[in-house]
């Protein structure tokens, strides 16, 4: 079982960067991949970036391919996104998510996601 608890949202201007951070609980981090997705107002959740256990592998959307970095640091239990060169397009409700412990894979695909943060706010004014 994972606790999922993502900060660092906020309101910028374009062009401006945030770091997202999810904080996780729960012995099982170390050995889970990890995912970041987001959902803006009237469409569904997509894949923004995913990262294996050891943090060796990495995923991103061709979206924020350049602009944004998935990382973690497992001795912290947490994971990060890092986006720089924020668009209008970006924003929308960012959500950490964990697959189960055990997985291989990078997955560009919420159901192969077993537990959700509550999702943290990301509004890239124009």
């Known amino acids: 079982q994972v606790q999922l608890v993502e900060s660092g949202g906020g309101l910028v201007q374009a062009g401006d960067s945030l770091r997202l951070s999810c904080a996780a609980s729960?012995?099982?981090?170390?050995?889970?991949?990890m995912g970041w997705f987001r959902q803006a107002p009237g469409k569904e959740r997509a894949f923004v970036a995913a990262?294996?256990?050891?943090?060796?592998?990495?995923d991103h959307a061709d979206s924020v391919k350049g602009r944004f970095t998935i990382s973690r640091d497992n001795a912290k239990n947490t994971v990060y996104l890092q986006m720089n060169s924020l668009k209008p397009e970006d924003t929308a409700v960012y959500y950490c998510?964990?697959?189960?412990?055990?997985?291989?894979?990078?997955?560009?695909?919420?159901?192969?996601?077993?537990?959700w943060g509550q999702g943290t706010q990301v509004t890239a004014s124009s």
């Open positions: 729960g012995r099982a981090f170390g050995s889970s991949f």
């Open positions: 990262i294996s256990s050891s943090g060796r592998r990495t």
């Open positions: 998510a964990a697959q189960s412990s055990g997985s291989v894979y990078l997955s560009r695909d919420p159901d192969k996601y077993d537990f």
